[in-house]
């Protein structure tokens, strides 16, 4: 089987903590997406996990990489990054703990990243009887009414007990892909950076670094010279710099398999010629790959055309949003970036701000940002840059 002939797909896991995401996944894949150590000690998604599968039924095949993105209320920002990846998402929501503060807030962050395509999976029924599942239903459709996913479909499943898994790959496996740019200059989003490197290897064996993530559009091959920005970070004098990064790729891998040529659609890992002081502990996430010229230069400034959600989701007592304000600080979610920025100006629905950490900006990509509230940050409206 050649895989780069079978039609990709990026799905998004989403969902509150514990409410079985990742025991969909390894469902659905055969494996376990939390590969920290940190993570299966506390039994939560804490970064990005990966997991690609083969979905295959009735002699249809597509290849599916599934982002399992946070579920916890303090890593709100990280299930931005991953929504910036994906092409459709799966909701998951516990039938015997119902809809929470972070099932809206993941739901209206989907929205504030345009991904509009989403299957809700209504989680857990074997710990609910029928009367209590039937309420749970009627809840979830109260709740996605007038909002992107009020004609999603809801499939009731046990995770646990694999009950109705087949429900999800008919899903998954009937959804429209969507139509992929080849012809334009890459661009590769990096939500991973990582040394492959077994402590001990003979130099003569050394791997060089890895970066991982998906490509958005255009295509690479083996031997493409590439840039990296903001790439990595130089102090001088107490000053911090960034450094734009060139680097070949050496080796294609789609999941576990080898390939010559890189497409948009599935995640992708790339080995490079880099040290692998530069990719290791995700140092390189949040960075964006073209090959050499293509891309904008890093910036300490941008600017967005804004929409301010009505209501604030992520907390128990929903509470109007306050109008934005000059000096005030916010968190934006660039593609894979988080930075934090001042507001410099504010024109109607338009805003610049100042950064404290640069980023590409790419004009008509899609921004969600948050906003401290009770030290947390609570996601309050989405734009693009202009």
Same mark, same amino acid.
């Given at each position: 089987m050649n895989i780069n002939d079978l039609e990709m797909l990026n799905i998004g896991m989403v969902g509150h903590i514990d409410h079985g +995401?990742? !025991?969909?996944?390894? $469902?659905?894949?055969?494996?376990? &997406?939390? !590969?920290?150590?940190?993570?299966?000690?506390? =039994?939560? !998604?804490?970064?990005?996990? %990966? &997991?690609?599968? /083969?979905?295959?039924?009735? =002699? +249809?095949?597509r290849y599916v990489s599934f982002v399992d993105c946070p579920g916890h209320e303090m890593l709100m920002a990280t299930m931005l990054s991953g929504a910036a990846l994906i092409d459709a998402a799966i909701l998951v929501i516990a039938a015997n703990e119902g809809i929470k503060p972070q099932t809206r807030e993941h739901l209206i962050a989907l929205q504030a990243k345009n991904v509009d395509k989403i299957l809700i999976i209504q989680n857990k029924i074997d710990l609910v009887d029928k009367k209590q599942a039937m309420e749970n239903y009627k809840a979830i459709k109260n709740f996605i009414k007038g909002t992107i996913a009020e004609n999603s479909p809801i499939i009731p /499943?046990?995770? $646990? $007990?694999?009950?109705? #898994?087949?429900?999800?790959?008919? %899903?998954?496996?009937?959804?429209? /892909?969507?139509e992929r740019d080849l012809q334009s200059a890459p661009e590769f989003l990096i939500a991973r950076s990582f040394d492959i490197n077994r402590p001990g290897t003979e130099i003569s064996r050394l791997h060089g670094g890895v970066i991982a993530g998906v490509l958005k559009k255009g295509t690479f091959k083996i031997g493409d010279e590439i840039e990296i920005k903001?790439?990595?970070t130089e102090k001088h004098a107490n000053q911090i710099s960034y450094k734009t990064i060139r680097t070949k790729i050496n080796s294609i891998y789609r999941?576990?398999?080898? #390939?010559?040529e890189a497409s948009p659609g599935g995640s992708l890992a790339f080995e490079t010629e880099l040290d692998n002081v530069i990719t290791k502990s995700d140092s390189l996430s949040g960075s964006v790959v073209s090959k050499i010229g293509y891309l904008p230069e890093i910036s300490d400034k941008i600017k967005l055309r804004f929409s301010l959600f009505p209501e604030m989701v992520g907390e128990?007592?929903?509470? +109007? #949003?306050?109008?934005? +304000?000059?000096?005030? !600080? #916010?968190m934006l979610s660039v593609n894979t970036t988080i930075t934090i920025g001042r507001i410099s100006k504010i024109n109607k629905d338009e805003i610049e701000l100042q950064l404290r950490i640069p980023v590409v900006p790419i004009k008509g990509d899609s921004v969600g940002f948050a906003r401290n509230i009770h030290n947390h940050w609570r996601l309050i409206g989405f734009g693009e840059i202009i």
């Open positions: +995401k990742t !025991t969909l996944l390894s $469902q659905l894949t055969g494996k376990f &997406a939390d !590969t920290h150590s940190e993570e299966l000690k506390r =039994g939560i !998604t804490i970064k990005l996990g %990966y &997991a690609d599968a /083969v979905i295959e039924k009735d =002699g +249809k095949k /499943v046990s995770a $646990q $007990q694999g009950i109705n #898994i087949d429900g999800i790959r008919d %899903y998954l496996l009937s959804i429209e /892909v969507p903001p790439g990595i999941g576990n398999h080898s #390939i010559e128990e007592k929903r509470t +109007k #949003i306050e109008d934005l +304000k000059l000096s005030e !600080t #916010i």
